[in-house]
């Protein structure tokens, strides 16, 4: 079991304890939260690579304290000008794999350059650099990229870029052997040298490009060079005497506000902790907000989205007052994917940054961009080919997305930095770790070590079963199988309950990091 890291000054945390340490590299290099951010997020792309990468997207949620103000970054792409829904002709669907499944532009590399624009205090060069020193010399292959590798080796085999990479002896790498990526290194060595534009609009886009359309995809330089991500405001709310921040959409960040404002309406303390009862009322929450997400989330510049009904503590009274402690109620959902991984840093001037990256599924797309090193992610393959669709496939447009990284403030300051990966389990993670430490009085590894769920659809799967782990006793589980759950008991530390994170300030100058037992995460403090 995990214990419980301290600081004093800064906090990292990150599913990946290599990533961590690079972050506190950059902070006792003098950088602050943003640049550590940054270097946690390059690290990432190399040490949990069947995670996350160059070729996929994030959101971040970034806390200037000389500013007092939250502000959200949306570094997801949008689908190429030629994705149009004929291309999929004779298809149910959009493949979830190969080439025809890279539909959109990546959009974290933008998203590195607009943080620290805005507020690094050091060089793209400079933060990088964890990253290409494990990318050119390599590092201990982790337990979760060996698991990953050997479910999904024969799509590994199907891209010969990709098998180059995954499989170099044509075998799967042993657990902790050395893991080395040339061609990331060289790329990432490169975009330390030249920057984002190379990314977008230079030679490194024009090899992305080429090897994609050799392949027999259809983005364009055009689609490159025409991607920018954007700042917001975020979204936000209040439970009980904290207000809640999320990402606006496409994001599926209002998920997590509207759960909690129908969990406002129970007194949760009067719940034991980790009875029946808890389950089932996070579980009938999660169901109902679901309902008015699948019916309403994609692109905000295609669809209004009516934001303003739905975070309402009115129409929250009206969905609390449909649960029923007597029973369940089953309501669709939607597939959705895995590979995600959520990172946190506080640095010691209170600068807060909570972000998460993701490739969508396991190794993306499976394709990698050619010599680049790059797997290209596949979360266009989430739009529908059905034109009445609310996030159906259109040119120029952003898709419905999973990632939602999470801040807690209490009296107007970062209290709370949590998010975890997980797909459609992230604002069901989210909402256990949450409750646990608001309601429940946990610090972040309690309130994530502790026994989790996941409910619907997910990872691909087509079920509504209430997965749940083995830790919970017989009796609940018979409890919630009487009341009309679909329970499913998993081992006790499952890998599909996510990979969470985060870190509790308490005000009084300590900073407590947790970090998921699931994962191969380190917090590290100082």
């Known amino acids: 079991m995990k214990k419980a890291i301290v600081g004093t000054k800064t906090m990292v945390v990150s599913p990946h304890y290599l990533a961590s340490q690079a972050g506190e590299r950059i902070l006792e290099q003098g950088g602050n939260a943003f640049d550590a951010a940054v270097?946690?997020?390059?690290?990432?792309?190399?040490?949990?690579?069947?995670?996350?990468?160059?070729g996929g997207d994030s959101f971040w949620l970034a806390y200037n304290a000389g500013e007092k103000k939250v502000r959200s970054y949306n570094g997801s792409g949008r689908s190429g000008s030629e994705m149009t829904r004929d291309k999929y002709k004779g298809k149910e669907s959009i493949p979830f794999r190969g080439v025809e499944s890279v539909i959109t532009v990546p959009g974290m590399v933008d998203s590195w350059d607009a943080i620290l624009k805005e507020y690094g205090s050091m060089s793209l060069k400079e933060v990088l650099a964890p990253a290409i020193e494990y990318a050119e010399n390599g590092f201990p292959l982790s337990n979760d990229q060996y698991e990953n590798t050997v479910r999904s080796v024969e799509l590994l085999k199907s891209d010969k870029d990709m098998a180059a990479i995954f499989l170099p002896t044509g075998r799967i790498p042993n657990t902790f052997s050395k893991f080395v990526q040339h061609n990331l290194g060289r790329t990432l060595r490169r975009l330390s040298e030249k920057g984002r534009d190379d990314f977008y609009k230079g030679e490194l886009a024009r090899r992305i490009i080429s090897s994609i359309q050799e392949k027999g995809g259809f983005l364009t330089e055009q689609d490159f060079s025409g991607h920018q991500g954007e700042w917001s405001d975020p979204l936000s709310s209040t439970y009980r005497d904290y207000t809640i921040f999320q990402v606006p959409p496409n994001s599926q960040g209002f998920v997590g506000l509207m759960i909690l404002n129908i969990l406002e309406n129970f007194d949760l303390t009067a719940i034991p902790h980790g009875s029946y009862q808890y389950y089932h009322l996070l579980v009938e929450a999660v169901k109902r907000s679901f309902q008015d997400r699948n019916h309403h989330l994609t692109d905000p510049c295609s669809y209004h989205i009516p934001l303003e009904k739905l975070l309402s503590k009115e129409y929250a009274k009206e969905l609390a007052a449909s649960i029923s402690f007597d029973y369940t109620c089953d309501l669709p959902t939607q597939p959705v994917g895995s590979d995600t991984a959520h990172a946190a840093v506080v640095d010691e001037a209170g600068n807060a940054v909570s972000f998460i990256q993701s490739l969508y599924f396991e190794f993306g797309s499976g394709i990698v961009a050619g010599d680049t090193g790059i797997i290209m992610q596949n979360r266009g393959s989430f739009f529908s080919l059905d034109p009445d669709h609310i996030n159906a496939l259109e040119p120029n447009k952003r898709t419905f997305h999973t990632l939602m990284p999470a801040m807690a403030f209490k009296e107007d300051k970062p209290y709370v930095l949590y998010g975890t990966q997980g797909g459609e389990g992230q604002p069901q993670t989210q909402t256990v770790m949450i409750t646990r430490m608001l309601d429940y009085g946990m610090g972040p590894q309690e309130a994530i070590s502790g026994p989790r769920f996941v409910w619907g659809r997910t990872w691909g799967e087509t079920t509504q079963e209430l997965k749940i782990e083995g830790r919970v006793s017989n009796d609940v589980l018979e409890k919630l199988q009487k009341?009309?759950?679909?329970?499913?008991?998993?081992?006790?530390?499952?890998?599909?309950?996510?990979h969470a994170n985060a870190i509790l300030i308490d005000g009084q100058g300590f900073l407590y990091g947790g970090v998921d037992p699931r994962s191969d995460g380190a917090a590290v403090g100082r």
């Open 39 to 54: 270097a946690v997020s390059a690290c990432l792309a190399v040490v949990y690579p069947h995670m996350t990468g160059l």
């Open 483 to 498: 009341l009309g759950h679909t329970v499913n008991r998993v081992e006790s530390y499952a890998g599909i309950m996510g």
